[in-house]
């Protein structure tokens, strides 16, 4: 199989968990790139549903390395609980996981920044998943960063007791909340020791050594392309780069080791937290429209990470062909076309509109795109079930005309089709 980097190229919980466990058998090793705990993708282990948010999803394979790069921020406490939810159930994962040396470390004081700030923000706030994601990467570009090598390092002491300071100084006379405590943090560096350290490698070397043995790879991306610190919505992103160009600098191979970019679509679009979102018909705020309603019921839209309702819209062709542009997207794989089955009409937003301007591509600006109303094509809805369907020549003729002006407003061919939850409901080309 060919090198595939699988992205999200609306604003996350695109289903990529669902189209990376599919296609982890097929490869021999999968690698995350970017993000961290933020992230979350539910996995069935027996009959039992996990939600793994940094182990990647080829763990339940016997024969996929699972590796977890430099581009990643790492809490100790959230993959060594999903290693022991893992071991419990049979699965060897000392044999199967390594871990950058390079990557940073999630510690307390980064949680309680990112939730202190977030309170102190009120209504402005961006709505993080309050994981410390934002604080632990503004560490690793100040260069204070602790990474996972550091924990053999005779430095760590002092550079702790630096950040620890800093840190307490922003809480307590900034924020006015509480300091974190030196033990806490001291608590999970133990634990980080004990349990990540015989997991840790160089990643980058492990890839070269794998790619020269003609061993075939899957880069799991996480969030989506309108999450990108740079490309999508700032600053209502997540602090990291998302698009495909993140799996180079994330674990350390050049573009050459990449044959294709698959990105993972809804056939409609949802959102968590804040941020502008042109074609949002329904949220917990009070927006009702009952199209939007259906989705978010029938879609089951809810966060795997934290619970949350998610937003909900139609699809959004102008945000799409943004990612396949910014990312370099080869294919794309849609999936959930059966949370439209039952709609009488379903809409595709071409462009936006702004005091009578037409908008082709996304705006830099967020509050730009805050004023763009969506311009809609209305295509007719289907009665029939596409749940389960796992031939695209078995869609109903009004599914296939959505899909194929999917391909064409997006400009990028639909490879895959996901029509269920389970690893069988798919279409392939
Ligand atoms: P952070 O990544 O926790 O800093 O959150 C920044 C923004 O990204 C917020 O709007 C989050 O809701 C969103 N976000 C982060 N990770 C995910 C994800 O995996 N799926 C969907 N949204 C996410």
Redesign the pocket.
């Known amino acids: 199989m060919a090198n595939i980097v699988a992205i ?1 190229v609306q ?3 695109e289903g990529k968990g669902k189209i990376v466990d599919l296609l982890a058998p097929e490869v021999d090793v999968v690698a995350r790139f970017q ?1 961290g705990p ?3 993708h539910t996995l069935v282990i027996g009959d039992k549903k996990t939600v793994l948010h940094l182990v990647p999803s080829g763990i339940l394979h016997d024969n996929t390395l699972c590796l977890i790069g430099n581009g990643t921020v790492v809490a100790p406490e959230t993959i060594v609980e999903e290693m022991n939810t893992l071991i419990r159930a049979g699965i060897p994962v000392a044999q199967r996981l390594k871990i950058s040396d390079r990557c940073q470390l999630i510690l307390p004081y980064h949680r309680a920044l ?1 939730v202190a700030r977030e309170i102190a923000k009120g209504k402005a706030k ?6 410390g ?2 604080p632990a990467y503004e560490d690793k570009t100040a260069r204070r960063g602790i990474r996972l090598i550091d924990l053999t390092s005779n430095d760590l002491d002092a550079k702790i007791s630096e950040n620890l300071e800093w840190t307490n100084f922003l809480l307590t006379k900034y924020f006015k909340t509480d300091a974190v405590s030196r033990a806490d943090v001291d608590e999970v560096l133990d634990l980080a020791r004990e349990r990540l350290l015989p997991l840790m490698a160089d990643v980058s070397l492990i890839l070269q050594e794998r790619h020269k043995a003609g061993d075939s790879m899957l880069f799991e991306g ?3 392309t309108m ?1 990108d610190v740079d490309f999508g919505t700032y600053p ?4 990291s780069n998302t698009v495909s160009g993140a799996a180079m600098a994330g674990l350390g191979i050049g573009p050459a080791m990449i044959d294709e970019v698959l990105g993972i679509c809804k056939a409609y679009t949802t ?5 502008p979102f042109p074609t949002e018909l329904y949220n917990a705020e009070g927006m009702n429209d009952a199209a939007g309603k259906h989705l978010a019921e029938k879609g089951q839209e809810f ?4 619970g ?1 309702p998610r937003r909900t819209g139609w699809f959004d062709a102008v945000v799409v062909r943004h990612a396949v542009r910014v990312a370099g997207v080869t294919g794309l794989a849609v999936t959930k076309l059966d949370v439209l089955d039952g709609l009488s009409e379903v809409k595709l937003c071409v462009a936006y509109e702004r005091n009578g301007e037409y908008l082709q591509s996304i705006p830099a600006d967020a509050g730009v795109l805050n004023e763009c109303t969506p311009v809609y094509e209305t295509l007719p809805g289907w009665a029939e079930n596409t749940f389960g369907l796992t031939d695209m020549a078995q869609l109903p003729k009004n599914a296939k005309t959505l899909l194929d002006r999917i391909e064409e407003v997006c400009g990028c061919p639909v490879t895959m089709l996901s029509t269920g939850p389970d690893r069988e409901h798919i279409c392939r080309l």
């Not at 209502?236 to 602090?239: C, E, H, L, P």
């Not at 959102?271 to 941020?275: E, I, L, P, T």
């Not at 966060?303 to 934290?306: E, I, K, R």
Request: no cysteine; glycine share 32%.
């Open positions: 999200g604003w996350g919980d993000g933020n992230a979350g990112d961006i709505g993080t998943t309050g994981r994601i934002g996480a969030q989506g999450l209502f992103v997540t602090s959102r968590v937290g804040a941020g966060g795997a990470t934290t949350r």
